[in-house]
């Protein structure tokens, strides 16, 4: 059997199999190893260990746990209401104001952290129960999330980039200084979706009693809520200075951010022994949950390039004739259909070193042909049906959220990345500006 | 056309995996190799060459072969230290030799590979030409002067390099690779062991980091080539004699590419900002070998082929 | 008689499961600490551990891998259940008896791999190969376990799933399920 008719079979019982609502990284192992068996025989089922050993023992993806831990300390812990009442009672009049908010600590969020995974579920755990319990629209919610948390890998430090510099032999400061520009623009047009469609939809985002009443209360108890709202604030700033002055890595620092949460929650007087166990087993369950899709899904795609879909990719890219454009346009596609099977760094991994040489052949900047790989993956990781950053927004979202809200709550969202991709493309400037101007 | 579709033509489809990534100059020299036992095979061995990332996790490797999920590896013996002991005393211990004729008769001649062959065969695997890789060098972010000066550094060095460090009062520190330019940029460490000078050049680490020490860590890494017992013994002699004169070849061309690479690498970095510290005196000399040689016995007592092997290296 | 065991068998598990899920959740503060006191060592004491970045990936694994089974008991793990919830619960338990035999497919195999590297972790001493390369073979023993606590879990579902399919009742009070589905229609009712 050639790789394209494997190719087809696989994402067959994945659709099937999807269709029945198996548990995605359960059914992503079975269906690779039950294919493999029959095409392969079972010397394919020693991809288990090794994928394993890879994906457990991978200090990168360490920060999931310390993330989520981090972030749950914060709901849980009420020092994510804090914050979130502190910044509502400045901007609170203002529609959709607490989206505002999120996406602003999204942001932060992502100058912490290097990878989608922990990105979202971060953001998720901190700030999607504050928008839900003011009333916002579940989808607008969802996706606020989603677009804020897969800012992880565009603003830096990020993981993708580092691994597109090392394959490329480019430079990771001009790929982190390239992705600023595009990173303010995206969350410019966040904050300005989010603005516009509350104004069209005012439902989507109602102004809550509480915090109007937080507006009117006496300057005493609004001096209390703006301490408290500070204090938290201050816990994320700590979390970014340790990463900034050298004293932690950016995995390291989630277990910082949850020391400081432990302290604050102390602080406020709301540490209980029974919060701290929940906290530990509703964190360990998401993580659990995380590493099963990402372990189940890595067999899937070991066995699928142990069969040799890379040189599917790369026989279909190598012979490509079309304008030097078109090229680009077509790299953009490819990986946009990867991002249907595999996840974000074997993307980078597999696409970088094809593509890139080729791109600059044609006359194209590599930092600019990078950061379009980067905007391109996290549209990727969120387009239905498959995609990673969809399933950690599942799993962090409420029980009873239907994969179909969420299917239909990205979709502003990756046009508004969209945009930004290809504003890019066409644009090149707003990549290569500021590093030609800081780095020469 | 993919391997799956010529498989017809081949009796044997072999899958061969090795560390760099696809399109690397380092990646081409595999690729080479496969071509060659290939070409040397008269077809009836088809490989199929996997790269960083392609299935295989880099530190699966050994296991990978020894399972038979592939059929051959060129793997980096560092990363399977705690499965193949002895494949740190083969790579090459912190203080060895960089003379690559001593290295050879060291194998050939005088009685380093029927050690390993035995110890490799243990694990299911046959070891086919070993290789020359160029040495390990620490890049650190400020100028080391004196040997003193490693004293207190944090430098991210695995396994036995970190240990030759901790020799010279430096605190070695783990780190995921793709954290090392960060740590380095935010001073989480004071410096980093790359695995080749053309590694440190890939991680973009003199953005970060000025100063590479003149003494490598060990004179010449050796890295061996490994394929899986049973799919080696189905071979033919005649086929087995193809495939290891392919890996002579490949040994041949992997020396002369590798120097003139790291050649390149250097001259790159330098032009990147990369300076040398001073040259080390006759005594930081002494001492930089003096911190090897306690390892020797350290390794030597830990597993019983690197003892054999440590014997040998001692008698020389 | 037999039904009365099925139930038994059913609880049993769930409790199990349970047991060990809540106890792996210890290791979330626990791994915490030895990150946080690795970057504390460093930093403030100059003296970086030798242990913490294998212990640390070891408790993440076993966090992650010890948890499956109790996530899956609370609905956790993730699924696209756009077909799935607009099916009757009849349709559902055919599906998931379905999806969950595929589920302890992949994980036997899991189970039958880790033993030959249980096994040969045994033999050979294997370690990490880090500096301070602490044993593997527990990993894989956890390994087995785990899974082999999720086979069980999943095992529990498809007897339930199947007793409702030939009797129209419910083997054990579903709880959790019951909740999630109101909460579910709800949801879809938006
Ligand atoms: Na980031
Ligand atoms: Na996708």
């Not at chain 1, 901007?91 to 607490?98: D, F, Y």
């Not at chain 1, 599917?312 to 304008?323: E, G, R, T």
């Not at chain 2, 760099?20 to 071509?35: C, I, N, P, S, V």
């Amino acid at each position: 059997m050639g790789i394209e008719a494997l190719t087809v079979i696989l994402l067959g019982c994945i659709f099937i199999f999807f269709a029945l609502g198996a548990p995605v990284g359960l059914a992503l192992g079975g269906i690779a190893m039950g294919v493999g068996y029959f095409t392969w025989g079972d010397a394919v089922f020693n991809v288990i260990p090794t994928t394993i050993e890879s994906t457990y023992f991978s200090f990168i993806l360490l920060a999931i746990p310390l993330y989520i831990y981090m972030g749950q300390f914060f709901t849980k812990s009420g020092i994510g209401d804090a914050m979130f009442d502190a910044s509502q009672m400045v901007i609170g009049k203002i529609k959709g104001s607490l989206a505002i908010s999120v996406i602003v600590v999204c942001s932060m969020i992502g100058a912490m952290v290097g990878i989608i995974g922990a990105g979202i579920m971060t953001s998720g755990s901190i700030a999607l129960k504050p928008m839900l319990d003011r009333g916002y629209d579940e989808r607008l919610a969802l996706g606020v999330i989603m677009a804020g948390g897969a800012l992880g890998i565009l603003i830096p430090p990020s993981i993708p980039m580092i691994m597109f510099a090392a394959a490329t032999h480019n430079s990771i400061g001009k790929m982190f200084i390239g992705a600023m520009m595009p990173a303010l623009l995206t969350v410019s047009l966040l904050i300005a979706y989010v603005i516009i469609s509350c104004k069209i939809n005012p439902k989507k985002a109602p102004i809550l009693d509480s915090d109007t009443a937080n507006q009117k209360r006496p300057l005493g108890e609004k001096l209390s809520v703006a301490r408290d709202g500070f204090l938290a604030m201050l816990l994320i700033v700590v979390v970014l200075g340790s990463i900034i002055t050298g004293i932690a890595t950016p995995t390291e620092s989630g277990a910082i951010g949850v020391v400081g949460a432990i302290l604050l929650s102390i602080i406020f007087k709301r540490f209980k022994v029974k919060m701290f166990l929940n906290v530990g087993l509703q964190t360990s369950m998401l993580v659990s949950v995380a590493m099963w899709i990402i372990f189940g899904a890595s067999v899937f795609s070991n066995f699928h390039l142990l069969m040799g879909v890379q040189s599917m990719v790369s026989d279909f890219a190598l012979n490509l004739n079309l304008p030097p454009l078109m090229i680009i346009i077509m790299f953009q596609v490819i990986m946009l259909l990867l991002g249907f099977i595999i996840d974000e760094f074997i993307i980078v991994l597999m696409c970088a070193p094809l593509f890139t040489p080729i791109a600059v052949s044609l006359g194209y900047d590599p930092i600019w042909f990078g950061v379009l790989m980067i905007l391109n993956i996290l549209i990727a990781v969120q387009t239905p049906p498959y995609g990673f950053a969809l399933f950690y927004l599942k799993g962090i979202a409420p029980q009873g959220v239907g994969m179909g809200t969420i299917y239909r709550s990205v979709l502003p969202f990756i046009t508004v990345n969209l945009i930004v991709l290809i504003t890019c493309m066409l644009f090149p400037q707003i990549i290569l500006w500021l590093p030609t101007k800081i780095m020469g | 056309g993919i391997a799956a579709n010529d498989a017809s033509a081949a009796k044997y489809n072999w899958r061969f995996a090795n560390l760099y990534g696809r399109g690397t100059a380092f990646g081409a020299l595999y690729e080479q190799l496969g071509r060659d036992i290939e070409r040397l095979s008269n077809g009836e061995i088809k490989v199929q060459v996997l790269y960083s990332g392609e299935g295989v996790g880099t530190s699966g490797l050994f296991g990978a072969v020894k399972s038979g999920l592939i059929t051959m590896a060129a793997s980096f013996q560092s990363m399977h230290a705690g499965e193949f002991p002895a494949g740190i005393v083969e790579i090459g211990l912190p203080g060895g030799t960089d003379d690559t004729d001593e290295l050879y008769s060291l194998f050939h001649e005088k009685g380093w590979n029927p050690i390993l062959q035995k110890a490799y065969g243990e694990h299911g695997l046959v070891p086919l030409e070993q290789y020359i890789q160029p040495p390990v060098y620490v890049l650190t972010k400020t100028p080391i002067n004196s040997i003193e000066d490693f004293k207190g550094l944090k430098i991210r060095a695995p396994g036995a390099y970190g240990k030759f460090l901790r020799n010279l009062g430096a605190s070695p520190v783990s780190l995921a690779w793709g954290e090392i330019y960060t740590s380095l940029a935010t001073g989480v460490i004071d410096g980093a062991i790359g695995s080749n000078m053309i590694d440190h050049r890939d991680g973009n680490h003199v953005e970060v980091a000025t100063y590479m020490y003149p003494l490598p860590l060990a004179g010449a890494q050796v890295l061996s080539m490994l394929v899986n017992q049973k799919a080696w013994n189905k071979l033919s002699d005649d086929l087995k004699t193809a495939v290891m004169e392919a890996t002579v070849l490949h040994a041949k061309n992997q020396l002369e590419k590798s120097r003139e690479w790291e050649a390149e690498a250097v001259a790159e970095m330098q032009e990147k900002g990369m300076k040398w510290s001073p040259e080390p005196s006759e005594s930081d000399k002494l001492a930089w070998k003096k911190a090897g040689e306690t390892l020797w016995d350290e390794y030597a007592a830990a597993d019983k082929y690197s003892k054999q092997l440590i014997d040998i290296l001692k008698k020389n | 008689m037999f039904v009365s065991l099925l139930r038994l068998y059913c609880n049993k598990v769930d409790l199990i499961v349970k047991l060990v899920g809540y106890a792996t959740s210890i290791l979330m503060p626990i791994l915490a600490f030895v990150v946080s006191f690795e970057v504390f060592s460093r930093y403030f004491l100059n003296r970086p551990t030798v242990w913490a970045f294998d212990l640390s990936l070891f408790l993440f694994g076993y966090i992650a891998i010890l948890g499956g089974a109790l996530a899956h008991q609370k609905k956790g793990h993730i699924t696209v259940d756009i077909l799935y919830k607009k099916v009757s619960h009849r349709t559902r338990c055919v599906f998931d008896v379905i999806s969950f035999s595929l589920g302890i497919f992949f994980l036997v195999l899991i189970v039958y791999v880790c033993f030959d590297k249980y096994q040969d972790a045994i033999n050979f001493g294997t370690r990490r190969q880090s500096e301070w390369a602490p044993l593997m073979h527990h990993f894989w023993l956890m390994t087995i376990f785990s899974c082999s606590l999720f086979i069980l879990q999943l095992a529990r579902d498809i007897i339930s799933n199947a007793f409702f399919l030939m009797t129209g009742e419910q083997l054990v009070m579903e709880k959790g399920l019951e909740i999630s589905c109101t909460k579910a229609e709800n949801n879809d009712g938006n």
